[in-house]
């Protein structure tokens, strides 16, 4: 376990929390050896072999992809150290791009004879939803995605709910829609063209049970995508810019923020928590991709937030969960992998009492002095990346 460089007692108040620090000090020393660095953030936890994780849940689970060298690519559960291989589930090949808080898994198979259908793997059951694109879920297991519209006139959005597709239809007399995201109260978000003409862009839309709702654009042109909602309403997604280039964007309250980019080409927002975090990847013009964490309107390189003397450079961000866990890809001198940040002095995934115990007398010591929590974590938001980052929400 990894502590913050601080000292809780450094306080006029000391007297209230000298025997929890006390406390605090025999558990660390008993749990994990002591590593702090001003300004690490985030520590790194290398995730197993053959695993490429698409979402985080608030228990730590991830969905993903396992395939073993010279093997077709399975949908995988990782839970607790543990790589449970889904399998193909009759079909050459699936993949998973969702988790829900009750462990249900959405994603996509490949079939004998050729064709790629989404699925639900809910309490043990698959559920076969038919040739489609699975993209998101929220917590009740609602699926969302893309599919051939039943009258033939090209792609559309759609929801899957207890055994039912319902297709969203496109904006204007656009052909084309996707779904990428659903919140719990069963909103959701993606993009679709606004006419039948390769020159319009396509927008972002919000769809709220009965019509779709077009947000607007930053520069009206180009691809623009809503790619994650929380609970709140609250969107992120990319646009095209005045300036040409992708940017991710926030939309709430009717209002879409510019929240920048790394100067490259293009930008991919992998997730969104129910705090408004978001993270995903951003080009440069010249150097590397920079993997990202929105913070108070504005990107900010992961790497900034992770200890040089820890050797890994995080490559892309593509999922974070409300405890701030986020999945990754990142490389060190000789090694590239999947990986989880843990915020620094956080016990990932706890198993029992003992290892929430020094947490939990941070958290009543700073009370204790400050009278009151400490204030969220809050940053604006942001915009979709390959199959390890699927847009979805956080349910």
């Known amino acids: 376990?990894?502590?913050?460089?601080?000292?809780?007692?450094?306080?006029?108040?000391?007297?209230?929390?000298?025997?929890a620090w006390g406390v605090l000090a025999v558990l660390t020393?008993?749990?994990?050896?002591?590593?702090c660095q001003a300004g690490a953030t985030y520590t790194v936890t290398l995730l197993p072999a053959h695993f490429n994780p698409a979402d985080i849940n608030n228990a730590g689970q991830m969905a993903g992809t396992h395939q073993a060298d010279g093997a077709e690519a399975h949908a995988a559960i990782y839970a607790s150290?543990?790589?449970?291989?889904?399998?193909?589930?009759?079909?050459?090949?699936?993949?998973?791009?969702?988790?829900?808080e009750g462990g249900s898994v959405a994603g996509n198979l490949g079939t004998v004879a050729g064709a790629?259908?989404?699925?639900?793997?809910?309490?043990?059951?698959?559920?076969?939803?038919?040739?489609?694109?699975?993209?998101?879920?929220?917590?009740?297991?609602?699926?969302?995605g893309r599919k051939t519209a039943s009258d033939g006139s090209g792609a559309t959005g759609f929801v899957y709910r207890n055994g039912v597709v319902n297709e969203l239809g496109r904006l204007g007399s656009g052909n084309m829609s996707l779904a990428a995201a659903i919140n719990d109260a069963g909103q959701v978000v993606g993009e679709s063209n606004i006419a039948?003409?390769?020159?319009?862009?396509?927008?972002?839309?919000?769809?709220?049970g009965v019509a779709l709702h077009d947000l607007g654009t930053l520069a009206s042109r180009g691809v623009n995508s809503a790619v994650a909602i929380d609970n709140a309403g609250q969107v992120a997604g990319y646009s095209e810019a005045q300036d040409g280039l992708m940017h991710a964007f926030f939309y709430e309250h009717g209002v879409m923020s510019d929240l920048g980019s790394f100067g490259g080409l293009d930008i991919t927002i992998g997730g969104m928590n129910q705090h408004g975090q978001v993270v995903g990847t951003g080009n440069t013009r010249d150097g590397p991709d920079v993997a990202f964490i929105s913070s108070d309107g504005a990107l900010v390189d992961l790497?900034?937030?992770?200890?040089?003397?820890?050797?890994?450079?995080v490559t892309s961000a593509i999922d974070i969960n409300d405890h701030g866990q986020i999945i990754a890809n990142a490389c060190t001198s000789t090694l590239c992998s999947a990986v989880r940040l843990d915020l620094a002095g956080v016990v990932p995934e706890p198993g029992g009492a003992l290892q929430l115990l020094p947490g939990l007398m941070l958290l009543a010591c700073v009370r204790k002095r400050r009278g009151r929590t400490a204030p969220e974590y809050r940053p604006r938001r942001q915009g979709p990346g390959n199959q390890t980052a699927h847009p979805r929400s956080r349910g």
Request: charge should be negative; charged fraction near 10%.
């Open 1 to 19: 376990m990894n502590t913050r460089c601080m000292n809780p007692c450094a306080t006029r108040h000391a007297r209230h929390c000298i025997a």
């Open 29 to 35: 020393a008993l749990l994990a050896p002591l590593h």
């Open 81 to 100: 150290g543990v790589v449970t291989d889904l399998g193909a589930f009759g079909g050459r090949y699936s993949y998973a791009t969702a988790i829900n």
């Open 116 to 144: 790629e259908h989404a699925f639900l793997y809910q309490h043990g059951v698959l559920h076969d939803i038919g040739v489609a694109f699975a993209a998101g879920m929220n917590a009740s297991g609602a699926v969302v």
């Open 196 to 208: 039948v003409d390769g020159q319009v862009p396509t927008h972002p839309y919000l769809y709220d």
């Open 303 to 313: 790497n900034t937030l992770v200890d040089p003397a820890l050797g890994w450079r």
